[in-house]
């Protein structure tokens, strides 16, 4: 019996993980954080509690923050627990194991490919709070420095798990900041393709045409880059599955087999948006 | 001569630095990077161009971030020029030497004190590109946490060097985003003084009586807390300046002397505002 936890934001991964457990006639249970150090430090505190728990995968919480809760991971590790990471890990909590996306390399990977269409002023959107937001503006910045583009913070726009959705929402005081972070630039590189469709619906309504005065790409692949008004050229996570891999070193790892952990290449779809 | 740099983005620590520096008979050279790492890029690479160099003190730009500046500090480094970083460091330049303000240590007194006045719902209002914010971040939610008060993160507040001026101005779009974070709270710890006067401009003309209805305290104890309409209780940096200090580690390496990294403490200074 496997008393797995999957702490997920992303219902895709979710249904991986789970595929993977039951077909390990694992039973996991699925807690989800949405993301909140507070929500995260409740359900470790549940499953410390519990008598039977053989392992746990966790997407970390706000993991470009130091994390309140690193005590209660320390205390399932020192019971034995294994803990695996995906998505994002804690810095601080450096000898559990992780699976996560090549997130600097893509970054890096997205604009040399808009500057090989020609490209030069190329503008970011990121997440402040999750790693994976950092590794990708780290991966963006060194590519524009590696290739000698011109690199401005000001075309550099930040958002977080709590403001995220006044900026979906494309309430008025965003658009100023849009603007602002477009200024100049032909083309721009998106967090993920949830931001990457908003940000197009937005610039349509500004009288946009898309790629030809913005080209927009970004990261997942997800069904958004497939709804948004105009396709979205995205970076895959292909066949290479982080959650599927997670829980397959999890299983391994209850099976007493030796694992490590990975970074996922990526796979570019290019589509309509670039 | 000492071609020391002072990057910096206060100006009064600048003027520590100076005074200690031109007590030394050092000749300072101050640039300014705006916390832009494309001003920084550029300011490296003008003083890599330098022939006579003697040491380089260092205010980090948007430490909390990756820095794609950091191949040129490396530069730095295998010349042998020193490097002293004041406020903020890199993580990734760990064989640097730094002075540092004990931000965790703040962040854990300030919600400690608002604890003692009665308080037990308290927001955060924090810097997310600079290191101190994501430590000063970090003391006050494991005080919480610590405490036993309640930790909630829509009652954190997160803002960047680029998105400053906006909440600054009072524009109507943050209104709403310090509403919902403040909502049900009765005191609010913020990243420095500027902020907390800010705030408590807005507060007042939300109808706030203040500290009844609000109690607000900061960091730095700087000039915007006395001249805020309602004066701020905030840490002071005392008389332990790490302007000062680096500026004085600084001359220190230059005569051969072993030095090490240090973490100043704070002086809380209570005023009218809690």
Same mark, same amino acid.
């Given at each position: &019996?496997?008393?797995?936890?999957?702490?997920?934001?992303?219902?895709?991964?979710?249904?991986?993980?789970?595929?993977?457990? #039951?077909?390990?006639?694992?039973?996991?249970?699925?807690?989800?954080?949405?993301?909140?150090?507070?929500?995260?430090?409740?359900?470790?505190?549940?499953?410390?509690?519990?008598?039977?728990?053989?392992?746990?995968?966790?997407?970390?919480?706000?993991?470009? +923050?130091?994390?309140?809760?690193?005590?209660?991971?320390?205390?399932?590790?020192?019971?034995?627990?294994?803990?695996?990471?995906?998505?994002?890990?804690?810095?601080?909590?450096?000898?559990?194991? #992780? @699976? +996560?996306?090549?997130?600097?390399?893509?970054?890096?990977?997205?604009?040399?490919?808009?500057?090989?269409?020609?490209?030069?002023?190329?503008?970011?959107? $990121?997440?402040?709070?999750?790693? *994976?937001?950092? =590794?990708?503006? #780290?991966?963006?910045?060194?590519?524009?420095?590696?290739?000698?583009?011109?690199?401005?913070?000001?075309?550099?726009?930040?958002?977080?798990?709590?403001?995220?959705?006044? &900026?979906?929402?494309?309430?008025?005081?965003?658009?100023? =900041?849009?603007?602002?972070?477009?200024?100049?630039?032909?083309? @721009?590189?998106?967090?993920?393709?949830?931001?990457?469709?908003?940000?197009? *619906?937005? &610039?349509?309504?500004?009288?946009?045409?898309?790629?030809?005065?913005?080209?927009?790409?970004? $990261?997942?692949?997800?069904?958004?880059?497939?709804?948004?008004?105009?396709?979205?050229?995205? +970076?895959?996570?292909?066949?290479?599955? @982080?959650?599927?891999?997670?829980?397959?070193?999890?299983?391994?790892?209850?099976?007493?087999?030796?694992?490590?952990?990975? $970074?996922?290449?990526?796979?570019?779809?290019?589509?309509?948006?670039?």
């Amino acid at each position: &019996l496997l008393h797995g936890c999957i702490q997920g934001q992303h219902n895709q991964p979710v249904v991986k993980y789970a595929e993977v457990l #039951f077909s390990n006639n694992c039973s996991p249970f699925i807690y989800a954080t949405k993301n909140k150090v507070s929500s995260e430090r409740e359900i470790l505190q549940n499953l410390l509690a519990q008598p039977k728990l053989d392992g746990i995968l966790v997407e970390g919480t706000k993991t470009a +923050l130091p994390n309140p809760n690193l005590d209660l991971y320390r205390r399932l590790q020192k019971r034995g627990i294994p803990l695996v990471f995906f998505n994002g890990n804690y810095r601080d909590l450096d000898d559990a194991l #992780f @699976v +996560l996306d090549d997130n600097y390399g893509g970054g890096y990977q997205l604009v040399d490919y808009l500057h090989n269409k020609g490209h030069t002023r190329i503008a970011g959107i $990121f997440k402040s709070d999750d790693i *994976q937001g950092h =590794q990708r503006y #780290f991966g963006y910045i060194s590519a524009l420095r590696d290739i000698g583009l011109p690199i401005d913070d000001n075309h550099v726009l930040w958002y977080t798990t709590e403001n995220k959705d006044a &900026l979906l929402s494309g309430v008025v005081q965003w658009q100023e =900041q849009l603007e602002a972070t477009l200024s100049g630039c032909t083309a @721009v590189v998106c967090y993920n393709d949830e931001i990457a469709s908003l940000l197009i *619906q937005s &610039l349509l309504r500004m009288g946009y045409k898309i790629p030809k005065d913005m080209a927009v790409v970004s $990261f997942d692949n997800s069904r958004y880059s497939y709804i948004a008004p105009v396709q979205i050229t995205s +970076l895959s996570h292909g066949k290479y599955n @982080v959650g599927r891999i997670a829980s397959e070193i999890l299983v391994r790892l209850l099976a007493g087999e030796p694992c490590q952990s990975q $970074f996922v290449p990526w796979e570019l779809v290019e589509k309509e948006s670039s």
